[in-house]
């Protein structure tokens, strides 16, 4: 069964740091692009940032670009969201997505999200 | 970046309605297009990929057309478990932005 298990919410101070990870089992990670999409609350879904499957290739939405750094290590199943130089609008419900492999077919599997809240 | 619009924002049906939700992209995505249904306090559910491609185990109302800029999901008789907010996605290549959304209701 895939599974992805986000962790590492909670609350922030504007301009802080805070790192996301997503562990995932069921299938090889190595295998698979991977997303972070973040939620803000009662606004729709945002794509966050997206690793291909050895992790050379990254990609982030501009509103994070130069802040937040994505990485994966596939030898322990995880996928991070390094978040740095935090802004208020950064507080959303951060979703970890099983992308595709190499055939570029969505799988449809995400994880329940873990909560990011940016305040003083 | 190519830009992705829906329309309308929201609506609202009777149930057996036929419903149909339009998304654009700004430029050519080929099919490169995905919907999803969110509903509330809910993660959002793949229903179709590749524009008109149903993901396994979702009821056949449910349906998508199109492509280059141009798409629609059409659900062609609404039910209250439809009760939602619906989003497409352009994946042809990153960023891979979403539509702004589609509150779907029963009348």
């Known amino acids: 069964e895939v599974q992805l298990a986000e962790s590492g919410g909670g609350l922030v101070q504007p301009g802080g740091s805070l790192r996301l990870s997503c562990s995932v089992s069921g299938f090889t990670l190595r295998e698979y692009t991977m997303h972070w999409v973040r939620q803000a609350p009662g606004k729709g879904l945002e794509y966050v940032a997206s690793?291909?499957?050895?992790?050379?290739?990254?990609n982030y939405a501009d509103s994070v670009r130069g802040r937040f750094t994505i990485s994966r290590d596939n030898d322990k199943d995880t996928v991070y969201l390094e978040m740095s130089s935090v802004r208020i609008e950064d507080t959303a419900v951060y979703y970890c997505?099983?992308?595709?492999?190499?055939?570029?077919?969505?799988?449809?599997?995400w994880g329940q999200g873990t909560v990011v809240t940016v305040s003083s | 970046d190519i830009q992705m619009t829906q329309s309308p924002s929201s609506l609202s049906a009777s149930v057996g309605d036929r419903v149909t939700i339009t998304c654009r992209a700004s430029q050519g995505i080929s099919n490169y297009l995905a919907w999803y249904q969110q509903m509330p306090g809910k993660v959002p559910k793949l229903l179709i990929y590749?524009?008109?491609t149903l993901q396994s185990g979702v009821p056949s109302r449910f349906s998508g057309s199109g492509s280059g800029t141009d798409f629609t999901l059409t659900i062609s008789s609404l039910q209250p478990e439809d009760v939602a907010t619906y989003y497409c996605q352009k994946y042809n290549s990153a960023p891979h932005t979403f539509g702004p959304g589609t509150k779907v209701d029963i009348k």
């Open positions: 690793t291909n499957s050895d992790g050379r290739t990254t």
């Open positions: 997505v099983k992308a595709w492999d190499t055939r570029k077919v969505p799988t449809g599997y």
């Open positions: 590749s524009a008109s």
